[in-house]
């Protein structure tokens, strides 16, 4: 089912749920480069944000970026979203990074501006997907925050040479390296990614979301900070999530010798 987004993000039917299926072939809503859906049955919970720019190949061009910013800020006040997937409808790419043509036809100002969007639009969704940042092959280096992110996943070294030499990275060198966390085979659909990460959300969806919300503010916050001040965060995690009926269900439980039922209070 489809819970209440703007107009313009809202898919006229819900997509097949069958997930053998590339979404490529039925994912085209009135020309919308992001859409969503909220998955249903033992899969509530999970929402899927679809990109769809099959003609730049999910370059993150001005509509791209303003629809993908607008859904997420949508999605934030959504009560019952506990894991969020991004998906590709472009059969064989997942993003292709900055829409360089679009870039090259604005000014010095509106480059500055987007690029400020785009910054925040990946501390928002902060993610890694052949990858690599690619910059310094064009003339430019990267603006929306790799210089910052990749050596914190990295290191600084390993960083700097990535970045100065611009060189991109398949799954498999991606996963030895640490920069993914799984590397799959491709399947015959070609959307052998999507189903892992699928299984991973469903690893995740009957845990404890308050908890899993909590431990995320601690990973996030105390990594920008030195151990100490790190250990104050994860301290004041941990207290809020002290009076929750989430904790008292998870400590009935392991008493009980059941599985929990968590309903995010």
């Known amino acids: 089912m489809l819970r209440a987004l703007p107009r313009a993000l809202r898919l006229p039917r819900p997509w097949r749920s069958n997930g053998a299926r590339d979404c490529a072939s039925d994912a085209t809503a009135g020309g919308h480069e992001i859409q969503v ?12 944000i679809l990109m769809n720019r099959p003609h730049a190949r999910n370059a993150l061009g001005k509509v791209f970026v303003s629809e993908l910013l607008e859904a997420l800020a949508q999605l ?75 050596p ?35 399947n015959e659909e070609g959307n ?24 995320k503010v601690a990973i996030d916050r105390g990594m920008e900070v030195d151990i100490a001040s790190g250990m104050a965060i994860e301290g004041m995690c941990y207290a809020q999530n002290i009076p929750t009926q989430d904790r008292l269900e998870g400590m009935a439980a392991f008493r009980e010798k059941r599985p929990p039922k968590f309903v995010g209070k």
């Open 192 to 215: 052998a990614a999507y189903h892992r990460a699928r299984a991973l959300a469903q690893e995740i969806l009957p845990q404890a979301p308050i908890a899993v919300r909590l431990g």
């Open 37 to 48: 859906r909220a998955l249903t049955g033992p899969d509530q919970g999970i929402t899927e």
């Open 76 to 150: 934030r006040k959504d009560q019952q979203l506990r894991v969020l997937l991004f998906r590709s409808g472009v059969k064989g790419v997942f993003c292709a990074g900055a829409d360089l043509k679009e870039r090259e036809q604005m000014s010095a100002a509106e480059v500055g501006v987007f690029v400020q969007r785009l910054r925040g639009l990946m501390n928002e969704i902060a993610s890694s997907a052949v990858m690599g940042l690619i910059e310094t092959t064009r003339g430019l280096l990267p603006g929306a925050g790799g210089t910052q992110r990749l």
């Open 152 to 186: 914190r996943c990295l290191g600084v070294a390993l960083a700097k040479e990535l970045i100065f030499t611009g060189r991109r990275l398949n799954g498999v060198q991606a996963h030895e390296l640490g920069l993914v966390n799984h590397a799959v085979a491709q």
